[in-house]
Nanobody, 123 residues
Framework: QVQLVESGGGSVQVGGSLRLSCAAS????????LGWFRQAPGKEREGVAT???????TYADSVKGRFTISKDHAKNTLYLQMNSLKPEDTAKYYC?????????????????YGKGTLVTISS
């Protein structure tokens, strides 16, 4: 059974940083496409970043250069380092996983999601 548990959300001011973590009970974690999605109030969920089996990453245009996705296989943990945060980054952030074929790990809907962690950016 796949379980994804996010942590690290909170409230920060514009320009600040946060690091989200996701503890993943999937084995082996290296065989999964992993990602971060977010959903702002009144908006649809959108893909933020993904990382595939080989460590190749994909980012939404809105976060390129500010966010960094990474994973630690030994700890079965996914991270999202968020810098230069903007008010429009305010959302609930979800960790996601899917056993997608190699080369298809992109910002697409995945099979498994965590319950999310709330990120609020204040000006």
């Amino acid at each position: 059974q796949v379980q994804l548990v996010e942590s690290g959300g909170g409230s920060v001011q514009v320009g600040g940083s946060l690091r989200l973590s996701c503890a993943a009970s999937i084995y082996p974690v290296g065989h999964y496409c992993l990602g971060w999605f977010r959903q702002a109030p009144g908006k649809e969920r959108e893909g933020v970043a993904t990382i595939d089996n080989y460590g190749i990453t994909t980012y939404a245009d809105s976060v390129k250069g500010r966010f960094t996705i990474s994973k630690d296989h030994a700890k079965n943990t996914l991270y999202l380092q968020m810098n230069s945060l903007k008010p429009e980054d305010t959302a609930k952030y979800y960790c996601a996983a899917d056993r997608l074929p190699v080369g298809t790990c992109r910002l697409v809907a995945m099979d498994y999601y965590g319950k999310g962690t709330l990120v609020t950016i204040s000006s």
